[in-house]
């Protein structure tokens, strides 16, 4: 069966869970007062750019776009009633039938953490940091680390999709940071745990597991949402913090 994909909006989890990260988000913003100095001395982003990317990478987790589609087969079983001699029987039969399966990409948990993470490499790190080329070798090691780690204990969901233990991410995220900043020369934590952490989440959770789509039997699969959002929004959250709180 064949459909057309009208909407780009998908609520991948319960509206009780996106208020716990919505409450969680306003406690650690009242709370942890000392998170948007963070992101400022740490990331070089202005305060209310901090806060804008924050919230709305929480918004925009309810947003799915879809890239392209994966159709396999799977066993279909079907009943039908036969009549004989005022006797019903119900007659199962079998067939393979084509599923369809949408990829989309997540624009909180997987367009904007990315597009931050393209303007700290493109103009953070060549501009703030004392060896660029140093910091750059920091967080491919930290990326490759992190992409393995957290491959490691995504599980693959029938009827849901790709899961990762969202607090996981942030905490390997920050040890990894941590060790690698104090390699002479000293770059910058909070950057290497933002960069490392987002797209080592997308890689090892997502990038590494389009070959098990199949296997998930959903009708959508978001590149950084469901199961995987936690993982990314916390880390860009938790893992900066737990970064200079180590440091």
Do not use: Q
């Not at 100095?37 to 987790?61: D, E, Q, R």
């Amino acid at each position: 069966m064949t459909y057309r994909v009208r909407h780009v909006v998908y609520r991948p989890f319960s509206i009780v869970y996106f208020l716990i990260l919505l409450f969680s988000t306003f406690f650690i913003l009242l709370f942890l007062s000392f998170l948007v100095p963070i992101l400022v001395k740490g990331l070089k982003i202005p305060p209310i750019i901090a806060i804008f990317i924050f919230f709305s990478s929480l918004m925009g987790s309810h947003i799915n776009i879809p890239i392209f589609h994966i159709e396999s087969k799977h066993p279909v079983v079907a009943f039908r009633e036969i009549r004989i001699f005022g006797i019903t029987w119900i007659v199962p039969s079998f067939d393979w039938g084509v599923r369809r399966t949408i990829v989309a990409v997540n624009l909180g948990g997987a367009i904007i953490p990315s597009i931050v993470s393209l303007y700290l490499l493109v103009y953070n790190i060549p501009v703030y940091e004392i060896s660029p080329i140093s910091t750059y070798i920091k967080i491919l090691v930290a990326l490759i680390a992190i992409s393995y780690i957290i491959n490691r204990i995504t599980r693959v969901v029938p009827g849901f999709g790709i899961a990762v233990p969202g607090i996981i991410p942030p905490v390997v995220t920050s040890i990894v940071s941590v060790v690698l900043c104090f390699i002479p020369p000293i770059s910058n934590p909070t950057v290497i745990a933002y960069i490392s952490g987002t797209f080592g989440t997308l890689i090892g959770a997502d990038l590494l597991n389009l070959n098990k789509i199949p296997r998930v039997g959903a009708r959508i699969v978001s590149i950084g949402g469901a199961g995987t959002f936690d993982g990314i929004y916390l880390t860009g959250l938790i893992a900066a913090a737990l970064t200079l709180i180590m440091t």
